[in-house]
T-cell receptor, first 111, second 115 residues
Framework: DTGVSQDPRHKITKRGQNVTFRCDPI?????LYWYRQTLGQGPEFLTY????????KSRLLSDRFSAERPKGSFSTLEIQRTEQGDSAMYLC?????????FGSGTRLTVV | AQSVTQLGSHVSVSEGALVLLRCNYS??????LFWYVQYPNQGLQLLLK??????LVKGINGFEAEFKKSETSFHLTKPSAHMSDAAEYFC?????????????FGQGTTLQVKP
C-alpha cells in the first residue's frame, strides 16, 4: 500500500460548475477525514467518516458540499455550483490507532 | 474547546543556526499535540507527536519538541538548520478520540533558511 491517494491533483473549473474529488485511503484505516486549506492558512476540518458512516460535518460544509464513503473504502467530495471562495487545497487523510496519513491534496481553482 | 496559536507567521534563520518555531495550545482536556511540515503543493508530513508519554518528543529530520503544561506550549526546535528545512510548519491539537481525533491546526509558520 502506497499511502493516501487523491485525484485529481489539480482542478480548474468555471464558477457555477460542479466538481468531484476522490480519496483512496490506506486500506486498513477505518477513519477518513477531509480538510480544506486556503492560501496562507492551516487546514480546516470539513468532515469525517468512521467506515461508511459520516459522523461529523463542520459548519464550513455548506449545502453545496457533500461527501460520501460507500462501503467504507474510497471517499468522494462533491462541490455543487462552485464559487470563487471554494478555491483551496482539499486534503484527505486516513487514520487508524497509530495516527494520520495525509494525501497530497487536490488544488481547486475556480475562475 | 481546543485551539492552537503559532507565534510568528515567518521565521528566517541562517543555515546551521538553531530553529525555534513556537506553538501554544488551549485545551480543556489533556491534549495530543502534533507538528506537521508541508512542502509546496504537497500534503502534510508528520514530524512528531506528543501523546502523554515523554514530554520531550524526538521526531524525524532532527526535530524535537517539548511539552510544557505550565506554559501550555509545544515549541519545535532543531539545533542546526538545513536548506531542505525550508517549508511551512503547522502545529495541531486533537479533539478527543486519542491521537486520531479531529485535528485543529494553527495558522502555520513559514521557515526560510538562508545560505
Amino acid at each position: 500500500d502506497t499511502g493516501v491517494s487523491q485525484d485529481p491533483r489539480h482542478k480548474i473549473t468555471k464558477r457555477g460548475q460542479n466538481v468531484t474529488f476522490r480519496c483512496d485511503p490506506i486500506s486498513e484505516h477505518n477513519r477518513l477525514y477531509w480538510y480544506r486549506q486556503t492560501l496562507g492558512q492551516g487546514p480546516e476540518f470539513l468532515t469525517y467518516f468512521q467506515n461508511e458512516a459520516q459522523l461529523e460535518k463542520s459548519r464550513l460544509l455548506s449545502d453545496r458540499f457533500s461527501a460520501e464513503r460507500p462501503k467504507g473504502s474510497f471517499s468522494t467530495l462533491e462541490i455543487q455550483r462552485t464559487e470563487q471562495g471554494d478555491s483551496a487545497m482539499y486534503l484527505c487523510a486516513s487514520a487508524v490507532m497509530d495516527g494520520y496519513t495525509f494525501g497530497s491534496g487536490t488544488r481547486l481553482t475556480v475562475v | 474547546a481546543q485551539s492552537v496559536t503559532q507565534l510568528g507567521s515567518h521565521v528566517s534563520v541562517s543555515e546551521g543556526a538553531l530553529v525555534l518555531l513556537r506553538c501554544n495550545y488551549s485545551s480543556s482536556v489533556p491534549p495530543y499535540l502534533f507538528w506537521y511540515v508541508q512542502y509546496p503543493n504537497q500534503g502534510l508530513q508528520l514530524l512528531l507527536k506528543y501523546t502523554s508519554a515523554a514530554t520531550l518528543v524526538k521526531g524525524i529530520n532532527g526535530f524535537e519538541a517539548e511539552f510544557k503544561k505550565s506554559e501550555t506550549s509545544f515549541h519545535l526546535t532543531k539545533p542546526s538548520a538545513h536548506m531542505s528545512d525550508a517549508a511551512e510548519y503547522f502545529c495541531a491539537v486533537t479533539t478527543g478520540s486519542g491521537n486520531t481525533g479531529k485535528l485543529i491546526f494553527g495558522q502555520g509558520t513559514t521557515l526560510q533558511v538562508k545560505p
